[in-house]
Nanobody, 117 residues
């Protein structure tokens, strides 16, 4: 079983920054693709950013240039650095792990990000 725990969410003013962390149990980063998703009120859950086991990254158009996904294999942790935050970034952010071979998915409980003046 893979356990994912998100942290780092909170209330921030527009233009501010937050860094989200996703701590994963075990040494999973070598065999899992990792992603950050978010879900805003009344919206579908959407992919924000992803990083493959090989290090390839991808970003949603809405966040490209502002957000950066990274991983630290030694700490078995994935990060999402969020800069220049906008009110429309307000959502619950979820960490996801997708097994490279079996495509078994694991989700964290989510962390709330609120961008408001």
């Amino acid at each position: 079983q893979v356990q994912l725990v998100e942290s780092g969410g909170g209330l921030v003013q527009p233009g501010g920054s937050l860094r989200l962390s996703c701590a994963a149990s075990g040494r999973i980063l070598s065999i899992y693709n990792m992603g950050w998703y978010r879900q805003a009120p009344g919206k579908q859950r959407e992919l924000v950013a992803s990083v493959t086991s090989g290090g390839g990254v991808n970003y949603a158009r809405a966040v490209e240039g502002r957000f950066t996904i990274s991983r630290d294999n030694a700490l078995n942790t994935v990060y999402l650095q969020m800069n220049s935050l906008k009110p429309e970034d307000t959502a619950v952010y979820y960490c996801n792990a997708d097994h490279v071979v079996h495509h078994i998915n694991y989700w964290g409980r989510g962390t709330q990000v609120t961008v408001s003046s």
